[in-house]
């Protein structure tokens, strides 16, 4: 009895323990199943940081406006004109006695007899603003007709600068060309204009010395630059010529004048017998007050110009 009870005890064992191994097994599918297989890829550290949104796209290039063409010049007409080219005898080119401007306005076959009638309070106006240019840059207008430039060496670069810096402050000073202002004025038209710079600049290329007959390549570029600051010049003009009219208004008043300037009579009794004699011409007037200049001081030239023009009055 006992015996049979014992076996039947370890045989109820070993039935638990394979139905116990039976349900593990059995299990294992099933286990298998929830297990989550490894991602493909690691995840990226900012995967779950929000990412900005992409930018705008850029706008289409701005068209470029086309150029409006410019207005077609319309040409000058073809009228006669008498040339300010004048020379003398020996082929001399003659100087103008009034600014070359002017004296083209008066030649325009544009510009009618009333203009020039009509503009003459202007002209008036403009000569006073260049008489008080010319007293104020004497220094620098001196220079224009002095022979300064004559004597210049323009092989190299300081020849011109010295004519630059000469002639821009009193072209900076100076007002507009007279036949612009006109324009501005609304006394002539754009084709009127024109037609004085015509005749201005014929002018101003026949002032030029002419080149030298089979020069060398340096007296042809020396003459190149010679030209040049010729035609800068020529730019101010209007204030040589009314230096030069001052220079012959003050050689007329040199005996009233001179002895409020100068008052050591040692000192003035030369000047004054420097002074021209009553038939003397014009050029021959200026060279005096040249050299009745040459003992003054610049401040004392200024007050001689001044006191020349006071006496218009008496």
């Known amino acids: 009895m006992k015996m ?25 599918p099933a286990l298998a199943q ?19 949104p992409p930018p705008p796209p850029a706008p289409p290039p701005r068209p470029i406006p086309a150029r409006p063409a410019k207005p077609a010049v319309e040409p000058l007409p073809n009228l006669p004109y008498t040339s300010l080219v004048e020379r003398d005898a020996s082929g001399k080119m003659r100087p103008l006695s009034e600014p070359a401007e002017l004296a ?8 009618q007899p009333e203009v020039l009638a009509e503009i003459q309070p202007y002209l008036a106006e403009r000569r006073a603003t260049y008489e008080r240019l010319v007293i104020e840059n004497l220094d620098l207008v001196e220079k224009l007709t002095d022979g300064t430039f004559d004597a210049i060496d323009y092989s190299g670069k300081e020849g011109f600068a010295l004519v630059v810096q000469t002639v821009d402050p009193i072209r900076k000073a100076s007002p507009r060309p007279l036949a612009e202002e006109l324009a ?7 084709q009127a204009v024109r037609f004085n710079e015509k005749i201005t600049k014929e002018y101003n290329l026949a002032s030029l010395p002419g080149a030298k007959a089979g020069a060398t390549p340096a007296e042809r570029a020396q003459h190149a630059k010679v030209s040049l600051a010729g035609l800068y010049r020529a730019g101010v003009n209007e204030a040589a010529i009314v230096h030069r009219d001052l220079l012959l208004e003050a050689s007329r008043s040199l ?6 300037i100068v008052t050591d009579e040692a000192v003035r009794r030369p000047l004054l017998a420097a002074a021209p004699g009553a038939g003397a011409d014009d050029e021959a007037r200026v060279a005096a007050v040249r050299r009745v200049n040459a003992a003054l001081t ?17």
């Open 4 to 28: 049979g009870a014992g076996r039947a005890v370890r045989t109820g064992r070993v039935w638990c323990l394979a139905a116990a191994a039976g349900l593990v097994l059995g299990a294992a």
């Open 34 to 52: 929830v297990v989550t297989p490894p991602p493909a890829e690691a995840p990226k550290i900012d995967a779950h940081i929000p990412k900005a």
């Open 104 to 111: 083209a306005l008066r030649r325009n076959p544009l510009v």
């Open 184 to 190: 501005a004025r609304e006394l002539i038209d754009a």
């Open 255 to 260: 005996d009233r004048t001179l002895p409020e």
């Open 298 to 314: 610049i401040d004392q030239r200024r007050d001689l110009l001044r006191r020349a023009i006071a006496l218009r009055a008496k």
